[in-house]
């Protein structure tokens, strides 16, 4: 099971970016899914979750401002990151809850590779 991420950038304060993260491989079924963030000196921190339910969790300080969301079709989640400000800077990863086709009542964590994404004026 691999996880692509992609989206990241350069973006202005104010500005808006949509990180996307598709999951591949032999899969069962994709529990839940979420997104981290790390700065430099810092502990990876959780940006955003959500469930196969739909239900979502975010960090106090992206409410109101990011939107995290899943296309179970495509095994791909989905962060929309408006009004970022410098604070947001760091390397997002996402993540996945997966059980493997081999092993389809076990609970698999699995990291993708990182984005970087920079918000400076």
């Known amino acids: 099971v691999q996880l692509q991420a992609s989206g990241g950038g350069l973006v202005q304060p104010g500005g808006s970016l949509r990180l996307s993260c598709a999951a591949s491989g032999s899969i069962f079924s994709i529990n839940h899914m979420g997104w981290y963030r790390q700065s430099p000196g810092k502990r990876r921190e959780l940006v955003a979750a959500?469930?196969?339910?739909?239900?979502?969790n975010y960090a106090d300080s992206v409410k109101g401002r990011f939107t995290i969301s899943r296309d179970m079709r495509k095994n791909t989640v989905y962060l929309q990151m408006n009004s970022l400000k410098p604070e947001d800077t760091a390397v997002y990863y996402c993540n996945a809850d997966v059980s493997p086709s081999d092993y389809p009542r076990e609970h698999h964590d699995y990291w993708g590779q990182g984005t970087q994404v920079t918000v400076s004026s």
């Open positions: 959500i469930t196969t339910g739909g239900s979502t």
